[in-house]
């Protein structure tokens, strides 16, 4: 199964022009989803050995490791062929994982193409953006500060990686061998091939009950449903502003713990707070994830540790 999406460059010398997404077993890999790039390549795609080993250099100060290339004899070199490093090293500074060329870079006429393996599709493709406008603007002689693609990298896969739950049945499934293979870019996910296929969304399968599962995304019902069946469950407050929560802490002696009331995946939770201090950084999050329970408009809920 691929996916295309055209991408212009400006007027710039290298053009990504096209990408193809593998979303399953293809000829490029039995085992990872694959993606590949087309980019145009123009005549004057060249620069002078000084000027080459100038660029590789501020490359290499904002990876801040030596990125692999082939040595060129001449004094005129190509600068496409560093693409598919360049890429792989902001996907694993971003990202912390592993990565992998499935097929070396290829020239034909005015194009080139190569193949990677690819996780989240939408993070892989935006590094390979990236690598071709770091390097037509390093030729350029503009500035480019790499570190802030490699967070805008990092954030992209905080979001559309497959969260904690969705990546343990995935990893269980390839211990079992059992084929798994990404059909969105959040957490909707196919094990096997046609009639026998199941698919899952996070920990929803495709034979889950319906109210079950919003029983199971709402914090407050499920806690009210175990309740009602004589099972114990942690006191809590809800609180929509910090002002509220300070009240709620300042009035307990027990470890708390701070969560957006209806999201997943652990985001926005802060465990074993025994302090205000600690209250107001976990509750505060404005930096990084309260902006996020702000736009989902998501209050936050206070539990009373229960040990064990």
């Known amino acids: 199964m ?6 212009v460059v400006g007027l710039r010398k290298l053009k990504l022009v096209d990408v193809q997404s593998y979303l399953g077993p293809s000829i490029y890999s039995s085992e990872h989803a694959s993606i590949k790039p087309k980019v145009e390549v123009s005549n004057d795609d060249v620069v002078s050995q000084e ?3 100038s660029i590789l250099e501020k490359i ?3 990876l801040d490791s030596e990125l692999e290339h082939e040595e060129w004899n001449g004094q005129q070199v190509p600068l496409w062929p560093l693409l598919p490093m360049l890429t792989i090293e902001l996907l694993q500074k971003a990202t912390g994982e592993q990565y992998q060329i499935l097929k070396d870079i290829e020239k034909n006429g ?3 193409e190569f193949v990677l393996q690819m996780d989240a599709e939408r993070v892989v493709s935006n590094a390979i953006y990236d690598a071709v406008d770091i390097l037509n603007e390093l030729k350029e002689g503009q500035p480019r500060i790499i570190s802030q693609n490699i967070d805008k990298l990092e954030r992209d896969h905080y979001l559309y990686s497959l969260g904690p739950s969705t990546q343990s049945i995935v990893s269980a499934a390839k211990e079992l061998d059992i084929p798994a293979m990404r059909l969105n870019q959040y957490n909707l996910v196919q094990f096997g091939y046609g009639s026998k296929s199941r698919k899952i969304e996070a920990t929803i399968t495709d034979s889950t009950s319906f109210v079950g599962m919003k029983i199971a995304q709402s914090k407050i019902v499920t806690k009210t449903m175990l309740k009602l069946g004589g099972l114990p469950v942690p006191e809590d407050a809800m609180t929509e502003i910090w002002e509220e929560a300070r009240q709620v802490v300042e009035g307990i002696d027990s470890a708390v713990v701070i969560k ?5 995946k652990g985001r926005g939770a802060t465990t074993d707070i025994t302090s205000l201090k600690d209250a107001e950084t976990g509750y505060e999050l404005r930096n990084v994830v309260y902006r996020l329970l702000e736009f989902l408009e998501e209050s936050n809920l206070i539990e009373f540790r229960t040990p064990g």
């Open 260 to 264: 957006p009331a209806d999201a997943s």
């Open 110 to 112: 005015q194009f080139i």
């Open 51 to 53: 000027d080459f080993h």
């Open 60 to 62: 290499e100060s904002g």
């Open 2 to 7: 691929d996916t295309s999406q055209n991408f």
